[in-house]
């Protein structure tokens, strides 16, 4: 007769969610590298010995790993002034400085390094980058443009220093990119005074802006609403302004219709002439 044998202890393991157990095993071991990694990078920090700095900053920097590299970059220089390795240490500092986007502080790295060791082989390429690095600072055009003339200024001077380098075509790009974004910002603001009402600053913003940038991809628009802004102060002003007004509108649109005869806003153009016609008794040429 065959005997059954019953187990009463259960195997605990079989009855657990396996998926979760896994979830927690691996938290477990990530925090662990976690802690050991930053023990580690401690460690190198606070250590004396100065190559295994310069290899580890140089190890985090092809990690891209900035932020790390930076703190190390940064004792070196002090550490290492002087020595064969101060002018890489500082041309990797101010990348980092570059990558973690602080743009103005890289800048002025770039710069620094240029007159410190103004013979070195990374000059030329850390004089662009002094440019490089305000293009990139450089905000949309509705904030203050400050970065943006200071960038299309070093860009211009490196083209001027550096006349035969290989970056000058990319120069010329990025002032070209940075010119358009200044006229965008003086279009909008003539645009906007215009919206306001207030005609005679939009004729000052949209007239200024032709004068810095004549040949603007906004010239057709801006003479066309300088016309119209025109028009609307004279409309708009006391009798015994109205003569005189009238007749710069006229002038404005001379400077219209003479410049985009074939223009697509010729026709609101010359409705509105007509109208400034009648007002002032001026015949239409």
Not at 239 to 253: N, W
């Amino acid at each position: 007769m065959k005997m059954s044998i019953h187990f009463p202890i259960k195997i605990y393991l079989c009855d657990m969610n396996y998926p979760n157990v896994m979830k927690k095993v691996f938290a477990v071991f990530f925090l662990f590298f976690i802690f050991s990694a930053c023990g580690s990078y401690q460690r190198i920090l606070k250590s004396p010995d100065l190559k295994l700095k310069y290899d580890a900053a140089l190890k985090f920097y092809d990690d891209a790993n900035y932020y790390k590299a930076l703190p190390l970059f940064e004792e070196l220089i002090t550490s290492l002034r002087g020595t064969a390795n101060a002018e890489k240490v500082y041309y990797y500092y101010a990348y980092s400085q570059f990558h973690t986007e602080q743009y103005e502080l890289a800048s002025y790295h770039f710069q620094n390094l240029v007159n410190t060791f103004p013979h070195s082989s990374y000059a030329e390429e850390c004089q662009f980058m002094v440019a490089f690095c305000y293009y990139n600072d450089s905000p949309e055009s509705s904030l203050d443009q400050s970065s943006t003339y200071r960038a299309i200024n070093e860009l211009q001077a490196f083209i001027n220093k550096y006349p035969n380098s290989g970056k000058k075509d990319q120069c010329n790009q990025l002032i070209d990119m940075l010119r358009e974004k200044l006229e965008l910002k003086g279009f909008n603001a003539g645009s906007l005074y215009y919206n306001m009402g207030n005609y005679k600053a939009a004729q000052v913003s949209f007239k200024n802006l032709i004068h810095d940038f004549p040949n603007t991809k906004y010239k057709e628009d801006c003479l066309f609403m300088s016309f119209k802004a025109a028009y609307e102060y004279a409309i708009n002003s006391i009798e015994e302004k109205k003569a005189e007004r009238f007749k710069s509108a006229k002038e404005y649109f001379i400077s219209f219709s003479e410049s985009f005869p074939q223009s697509l806003k010729m026709k609101e153009a010359l409705n509105l002439y007509e109208n400034v016609k009648k007002q002032s008794e001026m015949p239409l040429n």
